[in-house]
């Protein structure tokens, strides 16, 4: 009897204790990695999910030289029940990015509070990340290849044309 009494204020402790859920969905990517072309730009949106029955604030922080979040706030606010809140970010290939290299974007979720000045009992934050690729136009990939074997054909038609001319005066 006196060990339940004496485990009585922990389990009182333990069931005391909330966690709040949120959650982070994205779209699957191969390799976890896009492919993007050199000069040109995407959207990359994921979707932020609170299944609770309260509204949670939460922070956004990413890194990235390819990416900026689109409309980027300080503070989010995840309505209750609300599995589709949107974040999007705007990845860009300029031209000071370097092909075949691989970018990497990292964001991570942390609740904040909740709305009306409430603090959360727990707060942990998730991090997630995904690559960029930045790959060659493959419309262009073969245009200088192509341009070399132009050139040749085209000098070894005025070569053969010579020689043909030449080969024709000796015959007269």
Do not use: H, R
């Amino acid at each position: 009897m006196k060990k339940l009494i004496a485990l009585f204020p922990f389990i009182l402790l333990l069931f005391s204790l909330e966690a709040y859920a949120i959650g982070i969905s994205s779209p699957y990517l191969e390799n976890n990695t896009i492919q993007l072309i050199k000069g040109q730009s995407t959207i990359y949106s994921i979707n932020l999910q609170n299944p609770e029955d309260i509204d949670i604030n939460v922070k956004i922080s990413y890194s990235s030289d390819v990416a900026k979040i689109i409309d980027y706030k300080e503070v989010y606010t995840l309505l209750a029940g609300k599995l589709d809140t949107p974040v999007s970010f705007n990845i860009t290939a300029s031209e000071e990015t370097k092909i075949n290299k691989i970018y990497t974007v990292s964001y991570s979720v942390k609740p904040l509070s909740i709305p009306g000045g409430g603090t959360l009992p727990m707060t942990m934050s998730i991090a997630k990340q995904f690559n960029v690729k930045i790959i060659k136009d493959p419309d262009k990939a073969g245009t200088y290849v192509l341009g070399y074997y132009a050139a040749f054909i085209a000098i070894a038609m005025i070569i053969f044309i010579f020689i043909w001319k030449k080969l024709k005066k000796k015959a007269y």
